[in-house]
């Protein structure tokens, strides 16, 4: 067990944005099309972070033509190049799934002043 802690921790990024359940992200995501590589932005809120260590995850949610859209990302995983803060939400859940039953304003989070 200590052989696969040491290669988990030896995998991990060393610099992990700081991020919270409801702020507003913009994921910078490797996308591979044939021998070519591009880099795609997903923007929206994050609505969960799950898991410790390797396995971390979050999940952000964006509407895109009236429709729905969740993606779940590895934060430690190399196509994931980077993850900018576009502004930090005010939240008292640590789970925003409600806001999938939410349409328009009500689907909002309220911005933090820092």
Do not use: C, W
Not at 4 to 14: E, P
Not at 23 to 32: A, M, P, Q
Not at 61 to 76: A, D, Q, T, Y
């Amino acid at each position: 067990m200590d052989a696969l802690k040491t290669i988990s921790d030896s995998s991990l990024k060393s610099e992990v944005p700081q991020f919270n359940v409801g702020d507003t992200v913009k994921v910078h995501v490797k996308i591979r099309e044939g021998d070519r590589e591009r880099i795609q932005v997903f923007e929206g809120t994050v609505i969960a972070r799950k898991g410790s260590g390797v396995s971390e995850t979050f999940t952000v949610r964006r509407l895109s033509f009236g429709v729905g859209i969740e993606r779940v990302f590895p934060i430690h995983s190399p196509n994931v190049a980077k993850v900018d803060v576009i502004r930090h939400g005010r939240v008292r859940r640590a789970k925003l799934y409600y806001l999938r039953d939410r349409v328009g304003k009500a689907a909002k989070v309220k911005e933090q002043i820092r």
